[in-house]
């Protein structure tokens, strides 16, 4: 059974600073996926990422994918308040329909 | 374009009542998804559809029956409401299983006292 695993599940972190957000899953998948949701909100698409080594970049968000060690990780540069969200990292479970299976989401608060 | 439409975002239910989630789509993607999310938990996949149709089991499809009649719509059927399905379902669509992101509609927010 695939199971993702994200940690830290809550961060609380100082505007200007940096993290890293890991996502874990235990089983091949070629496909990991980034979405944020605000409170009370849908989800959102980061990053799509298809291949060991993808890496890619939208504004203080840089995500990468190791399909080898079956890690991903969301790397965030210089926080500011309005990151502050819920992030989610899901992979693939099937090979080939899409069933994704999501972590449990890393809760991001960015204070001023 | 109005992407992944959700109806109702709310309703209250009572035990044993049955109900269905509406959810559309005008991206003409062929496939679609119901997830349910409780509260500070990720989503968990009910069903999916991988074309008009066509409909497959999730992580979690006790409770529940879809239908893929046409691509614009996968409605999402309960029958029998039960406490422990109280939750947010999400709709989402995608033009590909694989290398598209899934958007998502606005939710809806179902509570069953």
């Known amino acids: 059974e695939l199971k993702v695993e994200q940690n830290p599940l809550f961060l609380s972190m100082q505007e200007g600073k940096n993290y890293t957000i890991y996502c874990n899953y235990s089983?091949?998948?070629?496909?990991l996926y980034w979405y944020r949701q605000d409170p009370g909100k849908s989800l959102e698409s980061l990053f799509v990422?298809?291949?060991?080594?993808a890496v890619k970049q939208e504004g203080r968000l840089m995500a990468s994918l190791d399909t080898k060690a079956r890690l991903s990780t969301l790397h965030i540069t210089a926080a500011v308040h309005d990151l502050s969200a819920t992030y989610f990292c899901?992979?693939?479970?099937?090979?080939?329909?899409?069933?994704?299976?999501f972590g449990q989401g890393t809760t991001l608060q960015v204070k001023p | 374009n109005a992407g992944v439409t959700q109806t109702p975002k709310f309703r209250i239910l009572k035990i044993g009542q049955s109900m269905t989630l509406q959810c559309a789509q005008d991206?003409?993607?062929?496939?679609m998804y119901w997830y349910r999310q409780d509260p500070g938990m990720g989503l968990k996949l009910i069903y999916y559809s991988v074309g008009a149709g066509i409909t497959d089991k999730g992580e979690v499809p006790n409770g529940y029956n879809v239908s893929r009649s046409t691509t614009e719509d996968f409605p999402l059927r309960l029958e029998l409401a039960a406490p422990s399905q109280t939750s947010v379902y999400f709709c989402a669509s995608s033009y590909e299983g694989l290398n598209q992101p899934q958007h998502f509609g606005d939710g809806t927010r179902l509570s069953i006292l």
């Open positions: 990422l298809l291949s060991n080594g």
């Open positions: 991206m003409n993607h062929n496939y």
């Open positions: 899901a992979v693939d479970g099937s090979g080939n329909t899409g069933k994704l299976i």
């Open positions: 089983t091949t998948s070629d496909r």
